[in-house]
T-cell receptor, first 110, second 112 residues
């Protein structure tokens, strides 16, 4: 959606780090989320960050939030072929409905 | 635990026909949502319900209706399908309206 923007494609080699970026227009969201969608499946919550945090780390995942620039990123360390999926950035904005970006298709090459 | 279940998994529907997409959750979540997923557009909210007995319009509500007679069920109805409603439809729920959402597996609908 136009409230949340992501680039559509990212390709990396196995073992490299992946960085997926997201920008948003509305700063009212209390939480910002990253969802993962594997082929033929629904979305699964990967991680989230509270809006008053700058960074959150969870194993191979690092989320960075720059509220001033309204920029959110997801870094996946040591990317594996099993990480190949579509990654959605999302936030709860006006009326609490969750708005999603268009999704970034991550392809991991062996 | 089933979580959130959608039915059918896929459907081909003639234009002008009506159809109801079913969604059931067993997590006792208050809030439920319907999204459609289209290539390059991500997920767009069709309708939502913050609690049983209430519903609200999302980003793209035209051509769709919902009801929330109880906590568990949130059916989505297309009264007269059109080809532009060809999409993958996802139902989701969250324990409250400001919490993370859990998604069903999706219903792939093709209107011909």
């Amino acid at each position: 959606g136009e409230d949340v923007e992501q680039s559509l494609f990212l390709s990396v080699r196995e073992g490299d780090s992946s960085v997926i970026n997201c920008t948003y227009t509305d700063s009212s969201s209390t939480y910002l989320y990253w969802y993962k969608q594997e082929p033929g499946a629904g979305l699964q919550l990967l991680t989230y960050i509270f809006s008053n945090m700058d960074m959150k780390q969870d194993q191979r995942l690092t989320v960075l939030l720059n509220k001033k620039d309204k920029h959110l990123s997801l870094r996946i360390a040591d990317t594996q072929t099993g990480d190949s999926a579509i990654y959605f950035c999302a936030g709860r904005f006006n009326n609490n409905d969750m708005r999603f970006g268009a999704g970034t298709r991550l392809t991991v090459k062996p | 635990t089933a979580g959130i279940t959608q039915a059918p998994t896929s459907q081909i529907l003639a234009a002008g026909r009506s159809m109801t997409l079913r969604c059931t959750q067993d997590m006792r979540h208050n809030a439920m949502y319907w999204y459609r997923q289209d290539l390059g557009l991500g997920l767009r909210l069709i309708h939502y319900s913050n609690t049983a007995g209430t519903t609200g319009k999302g980003e793209v509500p035209d051509g769709y209706s919902v009801s929330r007679a109880n906590t568990d069920d949130f059916p989505l109805t297309l009264a007269s399908a059109v080809p532009s409603q060809t999409s993958v439809y996802f139902c989701a729920s969250s324990v409250r309206e400001d919490a993370e959402a859990f998604f069903g597996q999706g219903t792939r609908l093709t209107v011909v």
